[in-house]
């Protein structure tokens, strides 16, 4: 049996990824929602919110500047493993 298609009221793109969520969110993706009701700043910096994934990004570069590492080394690396792959 076919699921339905559920459409982000946002961005109307399919919902997949949170689809038991749909209602939940308000027939909109987790992150669709969490910018129009719960971001309380420009939509490309974090809020204050811990579960922003914008904070999630600011968390793990502070964290891997504690352990030495560059970032956007890490993310270099990151992308040329997904290319080989």
């Given amino acids: ?47 204050s919110d811990p579960g922003c994934p914008w904070w999630h990004i600011e968390v793990y570069r502070k964290r891997l500047r504690e352990l030495h590492e560059d970032p956007e080394k890490v993310l270099e690396e990151a992308i040329a493993k997904l290319a080989s792959e």
């Fill in 1 to 47: 049996m076919d699921v339905p298609v559920k459409l982000c009221t946002r961005c109307h793109k399919p919902v997949t990824k949170h689809y038991d969520d749909y209602e939940l969110f308000e027939g909109m993706h987790w992150l669709c929602f969490h910018l129009e009701f719960e971001h309380n700043a420009d939509p490309d910096e974090k809020c």
